[in-house]
């Protein structure tokens, strides 16, 4: 408790998202939990959502992916180390000691993690291109999630802020530049 964890409380639950939902709305902004639902976001077995506090939506593998309604305890766990695959890993495998099933929603096949350099490509193809993602460092962040959102939305894709090799290659054939792989 001394960290801010409510003992009893979840971390967070998997979430379906009615068909439409905006998902730039998946940027860890805490709204209330009315808020999601009126949104039409439930658990993933269709049942309403706890109110177990302020809870944010992520999207780690983004649209194509499962989606996770986040509560307090789970910004706890991001205290220790800030990295949300992190927190989603400890939060999920605690559930599962506890006993609780595997994540029900697909993750995407053969989808790989960008190196760091990639991230700095895509970082300043970005910026290049009008979607400034406030320095090229290789690290995705909150801002260039708001960039990667904004690109997307301007070419009327899923606005769900998701760095992938994909992403890049677009990036790469619309900036007409050659990329180096990292």
């Given at each position: 408790a001394r960290f801010g964890w409510t003992k009893g409380a979840p971390w967070g639950v998997e979430a379906a998202l009615p068909?439409?939902?905006?998902?730039?709305?998946?940027?860890?902004r805490?709204?209330?939990?009315?808020?999601?639902?009126?949104?039409?976001?439930?658990?993933?077995d269709g049942a309403p959502l706890a109110d177990h506090g302020d809870a944010a939506l992520i999207l780690p593998a983004g649209a194509?992916?499962?989606?996770?309604?986040?509560y307090p305890n789970f910004f706890v766990i991001k205290r220790y180390n800030n990295a949300t695959s992190y927190?989603?890993?400890?939060?999920?495998?605690?559930?599962?000691?506890?006993?609780?099933?595997?994540?029900?929603?697909?993750w995407p096949?053969?989808?790989?993690?960008?190196?760091?350099?990639?991230?700095?490509d895509m970082q300043q193809r970005l910026t290049r291109l009008g979607f400034d993602t406030r320095g090229a460092d290789g690290v995705v962040?909150?801002?260039?999630?708001?960039?990667i959102r904004a690109w997307q939305r301007a070419r009327g894709l899923p606005a769900d802020g998701f760095d992938s090799a994909g992403l890049l290659e677009a990036l790469r054939r619309e900036t007409g530049q050659p990329g180096t792989d990292g």
């Open positions: 068909p439409g939902f905006d998902y730039a709305m998946a940027d860890e805490r709204r209330p939990v009315a808020d999601w639902r009126a949104m039409g976001v439930s658990g993933i194509q992916g499962p989606a996770f309604i986040v927190a989603l890993a400890v939060g999920h495998l605690a559930d599962r000691i506890a006993g609780a099933g595997p994540i029900r929603a697909g096949r053969g989808e790989r993690a960008l190196s760091r350099s990639e991230k700095e962040g909150p801002d260039t999630r708001a960039a």
